[in-house]
């Protein structure tokens, strides 16, 4: 599976961004998608999850601002943030795995994603 993200850039706080990712390669239906973040010194923390049945799950410093979603038929995932941050300053990555949808959450730690992108870059201006 391999993984590309598009979309990042620099924006003012309150801002929005549409964050893509695509997907190509063998996939597998259980396929768990996820967006993690990770700023300068800092450990790489999940974002958002979108399991196998649909369901999503969100970090609680979203507090309703992202929203994930899958294309499959562009086999694309997204994240679109809106009210950005100067806080949510990051390099953004998806990530992938395949486990079953119950298993599809953001107590998964990073390293048991077995699939990464390269990484977008998203700054917020303040």
């Known amino acids: 599976v391999q993984l590309v993200e598009s979309g990042g850039g620099s924006v003012q706080a309150g801002g929005s961004l549409r964050l893509s990712c695509a997907t190509s390669g063998s996939t597998d239906s259980r396929t768990c998608m996820a967006w993690f973040r990770q700023a300068p010194g800092k450990a790489r923390e999940g974002v958002a999850t979108f399991a196998s049945d649909g369901s999503t799950r969100y970090a609680d410093f979203v507090e309703g601002r992202f929203t994930i979603s899958r294309n499959n038929a562009k086999n694309t995932l997204y994240l679109q943030m809106n009210s950005l941050k100067p806080e949510d300053t990051s390099m953004y990555y998806c990530?992938?795995?395949?486990?079953?949808?119950?298993?599809?959450?953001?107590?998964?730690?990073?390293?048991?994603?077995?699939?990464w992108g390269q990484g977008t870059q998203v700054t917020v201006s303040s």
């Open positions: 990530a992938a795995d395949v486990v079953w949808y119950s298993d599809c959450h953001l107590r998964r730690p990073p390293n048991t994603f077995n699939y």
